[in-house]
C-alpha cells in the first residue's frame, strides 16, 4: 500500500484488472508469512495454463497478458533466448539477517531428539 500512497501514477494497491491499466499492481496480501506466489517459470492454475516468465523492462511493454507463454509454447520461448535475465541476480549478494532482527525472527533450534548423529562404522 506504500508504493500506491507514495507513488499513485505508477502503483496501485487496488485488485483487479480494470483498476490497474497502465500502472503495476503491488500485492500487498502476498508479503505475510505464509503467503505463497508463483515463482518463474511456473504454470498457473488457470484457463489456459500461463507459465510465469521472467522479462526485461524492454521486453514488458510488448506483452499481451500475464499468460503470455503457456505450457504449450514457454520452452520454445525460452529456446530463443540469448540473455541470461538472471545475471545481475547472482551477483547481488543479501544477508537476510536485518529483515530477521527487524521482524523479531529467531530460528528455532534442532531438539536433541532431532539432531543428526555421527554414524558409527
Request: hydrophobic share 35%; aromatic share 10%; charged share 25%.
Amino acid at each position: 500500500m506504500h508504493l500506491a500512497q507514495t507513488i499513485p501514477d505508477r502503483f496501485v494497491a487496488k485488485s483487479g484488472p480494470a483498476n490497474r491499466i497502465g500502472k503495476i499492481f503491488a500485492d500487498y496480501l502476498r508479503n505475510g508469512h505464509g503467503a505463497t506466489t508463483a515463482a518463474a517459470f511456473s504454470a498457473r492454475a488457470r484457463p489456459g495454463l500461463g507459465v510465469s516468465m521472467p522479462v526485461s523492462w524492454e521486453q514488458l511493454a510488448g506483452l499481451k497478458s500475464g499468460a503470455q507463454w503457456t505450457i504449450a509454447d514457454a520452452r520454445e520461448h525460452l529456446s530463443f533466448q540469448k540473455d541470461d535475465l538472471w545475471t545481475d541476480y547472482w551477483k547481488a549478494k543479501q544477508l537476510l539477517t536485518g529483515a530477521m532482527k527487524t521482524l523479531g525472527f529467531k530460528p528455532q533450534e534442532k531438539s536433541k531428539s532431532t539432531r543428526s548423529k555421527p554414524k558409527r562404522s
